[in-house]
């Protein structure tokens, strides 16, 4: 199964990078997101992809200007996630031949960004929006447009936010905080890598 459950590593230290990344991966999930408000993230993103780029997809999050592209993709990032979505951010992001996941909320910021390019939509914060808003948005969006919650998904909730029509899930602060140990993180990805296979199964 390819877990659709994204690990935001906000925070995160360069020297915890591949402990982390290793524990995620032991746990199932292959797509973490370093944030570039973290500290050195362009060397925390290098050493995962380095040490794992055949088994784990690494990218940055909290991108708001396309000059900052190269760099993620010099140091081997895949993907790029803006809290908000800015057309200009879209178009470069794919002219550089990499992933986007712009940030949304409305229906017009869904349908915009769709338009511009957009890879997948990063429904954000999607404790506000919640299982409800997500259910409406996915009534009138195309099929083929995915929807990843981000903000406040649990593993109480995740089910929930799964039955609205969430493809995918950003997992920040419930998955990693600075500091935590690889083993700790392991810990809290299993719990999340279970919840996502339950849904899977009810769904099949």
Not at 50 to 65: P, S
Not at 77 to 93: H, L, M
Not at 128 to 149: C, T
Not at 177 to 196: L, N, S, T, W, Y
Request: some cysteine; overall charge negative; hydrophobic content about 50%.
């Amino acid at each position: 199964m390819t877990s659709t459950i994204f690990a935001i590593l906000r925070g995160i230290r360069p020297e915890e990078a591949e402990p982390v990344a290793a524990a995620l991966r032991d746990a199932g999930i292959t797509r973490l997101e370093v944030p570039l408000n973290s500290p050195q993230p362009l060397q925390s993103i290098a050493r995962i992809a380095r040490a794992f780029g055949d088994e784990l997809t690494v990218g940055a999050g909290t991108v708001l200007e396309p000059a900052q592209f190269a760099e993620i993709a010099d140091a081997g990032g895949t993907f790029i996630v803006s809290p908000n979505f800015d057309a200009e951010v879209v178009f470069a992001t794919r002219r550089a031949g990499l992933v986007s996941f712009p940030g949304v909320f409305t229906a017009t910021e869904c349908f915009a960004a769709s338009k511009a390019g957009a890879s997948a939509l990063k429904l954000f914060p999607a404790s506000i929006l919640g299982p409800a808003g997500i259910k409406a948005l996915r009534a009138v969006l195309p099929a083929d447009v995915a929807l990843v919650a981000v903000g406040g998904v649990s593993v109480h909730n995740l089910a929930e936010f799964a039955a609205a029509g969430a493809d995918g899930f950003g997992i920040g602060g419930e998955l990693f905080r600075p500091g935590d140990r690889p083993e700790e993180v392991h810990r809290k990805a299993r719990a999340f890598a279970e919840a996502e296979a339950a849904t899977k199964q009810d769904a099949a």
